[in-house]
């Protein structure tokens, strides 16, 4: 692996580190309040970034992961909910383009709403019964098939950005399938009828990706808004994992910056009283420093390889293993690297309005989010020992 970066590379991480700086002039209000950081949104949408990973030849500006990952490190250290919710754009809209399962019509009116028309589009894949330590994702949400279209009922969890986003691509159940793994992937605008919100996104970290549960009441779509219906919907998962899910990686990575960076200026700035050193002098922050410089660095290299591999390898088995492995190491990093940094940060970081104290919040959510930190470590322990997956015994019955 190449490890320097190309010009354009190097000029995308400087574009984001001018917006994250903008950006962080708001995280902690938007944080306090939960609500969408719509400016930061319509920024990246002026910048040019809804169409930054599509095809050049469609329009876009044809970056793939090891880019893609690069930028939204350099987001994320302004505004992790920013980068975090608009990331989902990327993370559904790319799988499509990559996919050979989905028509060259289906590319082209998806192409035209990002492209040409400048359209956000958020995902909404997650139910109130699933969970991210299984694999196997049973859909409750039904889409029965109408004259000109598709009407959707049921509930989902888990819509970042689901108010300000122009459509969400919703994946759903066709009643008239047969098969258990059939799946249909429809994209329902916003202010569609028959569709909801229940605000009920009030938590921990992460606040302003305002992450909604969608209410679908007999949502009728046209036959225009099906992007893939597909009998078996998990190699078109399988084969696109390095969006649906590695591309939030480079995320969290920017969260674990950008409290090294913060911890940093603390103990260099201040100093105690009756002292003529400041804390970053102290024994004990010298070697915490040091040991997060360490974390941060070996996940950083993870994070790119894993990119890397994508980018050249596509979605072999070491590719997959890869994006496995750096997920578990960012989880890792950015928990431990978010918590030392609030411990040196002592008292005067753990008020509300403090950025250690957000980016603790927002970094305890790592492990969290999908793919936990489990289950990565359960794919990575078939691969790294050659097992057959179809012989290894599910976790429950």
């Not at 302004?78 to 799988?95: D, E, R, W, Y």
């Not at 989902?156 to 258990?180: G, I, Q, R, T, W």
């Not at 040991?291 to 990119?307: D, F, G, I, N």
């Amino acid at each position: 692996m190449d490890f320097s970066l190309t010009d354009e590379q190097k000029e995308l991480r400087q574009r984001c580190q001018v917006l994250a700086a903008d950006f962080a002039r708001r995280s902690a209000d938007h944080d306090r309040d939960a609500s969408h950081p719509i400016e930061n949104y319509e920024r990246l949408r002026r910048e040019g970034f809804l169409a930054l990973n599509m095809p050049k030849a469609c329009g876009g500006g044809g970056c793939r992961l090891l880019s893609h990952s690069l930028a939204y490190e350099a987001l994320a250290q302004g505004c992790p909910a920013t980068a975090l919710a608009f990331n989902m754009h990327a993370s559904v809209v790319m799988p499509l383009m990559d996919s050979a399962e989905v028509t060259a019509d289906a590319k082209r009116r998806l192409a035209d709403l990002v492209v040409g028309q400048g359209r956000l589009i958020g995902g909404n894949f997650s139910e109130p019964g699933t969970t991210s330590l299984m694999g196997e994702r049973p859909l409750g949400v039904r889409a029965r098939l109408v004259d000109g279209g598709y009407s959707i009922a049921g509930r989902k969890m888990f819509a970042s950005m689901l108010d300000a986003a122009d459509h969400v691509l919703v994946m759903a159940y066709p009643e008239d399938a047969c098969s258990p793994t059939a799946a249909i992937l429809l994209l329902v605008p916003r202010g569609a009828e028959g569709r909801g919100v229940i605000a009920n996104w009030d938590t921990l970290g992460m606040r302003a990706t305002r992450s909604d549960s969608l209410v679908l009441k007999d949502c009728w779509v046209p036959d225009s808004a099906v992007m893939l219906r597909t009998d078996d919907i998990r190699p078109f998962r399988l084969n696109n994992l390095n969006w649906f899910w590695g591309s939030y990686t480079s995320v969290y990575l920017g969260v674990a910056a950008a409290a090294y960076d913060a911890v940093r200026r603390v103990v260099t700035e201040r100093q105690p009283a009756g002292y003529a050193q400041p804390l970053a002098y102290h024994p004990d922050v010298r070697r915490h420093v040091a040991r997060m410089s360490a974390e941060l660095e070996a996940a950083r290299l993870v994070t790119y390889h894993a990119a890397w591999l994508s980018d050249t390898r596509g979605p072999t088995a070491e590719t997959t293993t890869a994006l496995y492995r750096a997920k578990f190491v960012v989880g890792e990093a950015v928990s431990s690297i978010t918590r030392t940094a609030l411990i040196l940060g002592g008292a005067h970081g753990i008020f509300k309005g403090s950025r250690l104290e957000q980016l603790f919040r927002d970094g305890a959510i790592a492990e969290i989010q999908p793919p936990p930190s489990d289950f990565c470590l359960w794919n990575m322990g078939i691969h790294e020992l050659g097992l057959d997956p179809t012989a290894v015994m599910p976790p429950l019955k």
